[in-house]
Antibody, heavy 120, light 112 residues
Framework: QVQLVEFGGGVVQPGRSLRLSCAAS????????MHWVRQAPGKGLEWVAV????????YSADSVKGRFTISRDNSKNTLYLQMNSLRAEDTAVYYC?????????????WGQGTMVTVSS | DIVMTQTPLSSPVTLGQPASISCRSS???????????LSWLHQRPGQPPRLLIY???NRFSGVPDRFSGSGAGTDFTLKISRVEAEDVGVYYC?????????FGQGTKVEIK
């Protein structure tokens, strides 16, 4: 079935790095833009970054610009988020989400999320 | 950045009664291509969000027809015609007209 599964979360010290992965299955991954969205404990949703279907364009939130890098490997059906210089405020559940053909506002498939905790 | 403001932030509702959530954007969400990219998502506790509505009023596949979206420009509304127990949770509006994508603060719907 169509699904996204995130990997790579965990507890990390401030200033360190972590790489998240999102494995896609059940659909043609290379046809879709992909996003990372995060949610701090007890808080709302915050958009993090997007990458075009072919990797040709990327955008990210100001809060992570220069520290986080989104990338993808269409041969492996996998989306990545490289997170460097992590801060306490990056603590959140990180979701990957598919952008549907219906439009850029149609995030139609979401993973279950992976928790990242930044703490000393 | 476009700021999305939802009201109310909490909505106690009676089963079988209607509910309505408002979402206002700090600037027009009409894209240069003529479309308006405003969606609504629903998140139950411990679950990822799921898409309900996109482009203001288009119900996503499998979404019950008791959910409807309306609005234009900067003012948008999500309506639930008759609330059911499974509708509890937090509802978010999101704009995708500009980067960065931005979400409303969320509206918590609970049963009275």
């Amino acid at each position: 079935q169509v699904q996204l599964v995130e990997f790579g979360g965990g507890v990390v010290q401030p200033g360190r790095s972590l790489r998240l992965s999102c494995a896609a299955s059940g659909f043609t991954f290379s046809n879709h833009g992909m996003h990372w969205v995060r949610q701090a404990p007890g808080k709302g949703l915050e958009w993090v970054a997007v990458i075009w279907y072919d990797g040709s364009n990327k955008y990210s939130a100001d809060s992570v610009k220069g520290r986080f890098t989104i990338s993808r490997d269409n041969s492996k059906n996998t989306l990545y988020l490289q997170m460097n210089s992590l801060r306490a405020e990056d603590t959140a559940v990180y979701y990957c989400a598919r952008e549907a053909d219906a439009g850029p506002d149609a995030f139609d498939i979401w993973g279950q999320g992976t928790m990242v905790t930044v703490s000393s | 950045d476009i700021v999305m403001t939802q009201t109310p932030l909490s909505s106690p509702v009676t089963l079988g009664q209607p509910a309505s959530i408002s979402c206002r954007s700090s600037q027009s969400l009409v894209h240069s291509d003529g479309d308006t990219y405003l969606s609504w998502l629903h998140q139950r506790p411990g679950q990822p969000p799921r898409l309900l509505i996109y482009k203001i009023s288009n119900r996503f596949s499998g979404v019950p027809d008791r959910f409807s979206g309306s609005g234009a420009g900067t003012d948008f509304t999500l309506k639930i015609s008759r609330v059911e127990a499974e509708d509890v949770g937090v509802y978010y509006c999101m704009q995708a007209t500009q980067f960065p994508r931005t979400f409303g603060q969320g509206t918590k719907v609970e049963i009275k």
